[in-house]
């Protein structure tokens, strides 16, 4: 029905850069907010950045002034730009988007498989 797909993670180095992308794709309506979580090993999933549909964002404490989330509504897809990557941001990173299909009249939450991103010397 609707399916989240990720990309752009992988192995940096302390200091470097990673865009993770998100695309939506099926029977999509209407998308709501967008957003980004990550799960480090042994640790809960947390939140990361959100984007409205107004393009309003917000961050988590630890990625102010590092990530950016970005949307670009034409393709359904959500960003993620990472700078300054430290050995801590390393996580499996999950989007999530409020998405109306064409057959639901309420908004539901859709989440993507997750992409590894590995901050090391």
């Known amino acids: 029905q609707v399916q989240l797909d990720e990309s752009g993670g992988g192995l940096v180095q302390p200091g470097g850069s990673l865009r993770l992308s998100c695309a939506a794709s099926?029977?999509?309506?209407?998308?709501?907010?967008m957003g980004w979580y990550r799960q480090a090993p042994g640790k809960e999933r947390e939140w990361v950045a959100t984007?409205?549909?107004?393009?309003?964002?917000n961050y988590a404490d630890s990625g102010k002034g590092r990530f950016t989330i970005s949307r670009d509504n034409a393709k359904n897809t959500v960003y993620l730009q990472m700078n300054s990557l430290k050995p801590e941001d390393t996580a499996v990173y999950y989007c999530?988007?409020?998405?109306?299909?064409?057959?639901?009249?309420?908004?539901?939450?859709?989440w993507g498989q997750g992409t590894q991103v590995t901050v090391s010397p």
């Open positions: 984007i409205t549909s107004g393009d309003s964002t």
């Open positions: 099926g029977s999509i309506d209407s998308i709501n907010h």
């Open positions: 999530n988007a409020a998405i109306r299909t064409t057959t639901r009249s309420y908004y539901y939450d859709y």
